[in-house]
Nanobody
Framework: QLQLVESGGGLVQPGGSLRLSCAAS????????IGWFRQAPGKEREGVSC????????YYADFAKGRFTISSDNAKNTVYLQMNSLKPEDTAVYYC?????????????????WGQGTQVTVSS
């Protein structure tokens, strides 16, 4: 059974950092491109960043460029999202997803699998 389990969320002050982890089971990372979406209260779910371990390709939403870094550890079957210089507007539930591509971030109904989400709160 394919499963995505997120961890690493929490409360952080503006300007701080967090690293989210997404542990995949039931498949290997070379089968699906994995990535992150987020959903803030009252807003639609939006794509954050994706990574394809097959070719190393990555995608970042404009708001993530220069602050967030996505990476993968194939031995651990885990994808990470390092988030630096966090802002209050980054507050959201962050979801791990497969398949995460340039197409699915525009059409999230095409995402095949979702994790349960992890809360990130940026506040002083």
């Amino acid at each position: 059974q394919l499963q995505l389990v997120e961890s690493g969320g929490g409360l952080v002050q503006p300007g701080g950092s967090l690293r989210l982890s997404c542990a995949a089971s039931g498949f290997t990372l070379d089968y699906y491109a994995i990535g992150w979406f987020r959903q803030a209260p009252g807003k639609e779910r939006e794509g954050v960043s994706c990574i394809s371990t097959n070719d190393g390709g990555t995608y970042y939403a404009d708001f993530a460029k220069g602050r967030f870094t996505i990476s993968s550890d194939n031995a651990k079957n885990t994808v990470y999202l390092q988030m630096n210089s966090l802002k209050p507007e980054d507050t959201a539930v962050y979801y791990c997803a497969a398949d995460c591509t340039v197409t699915t971030v525009q059409h999230i109904q095409l995402v095949d699998y979702w994790g349960q989400g992890t809360q990130v709160t940026v506040s002083s």
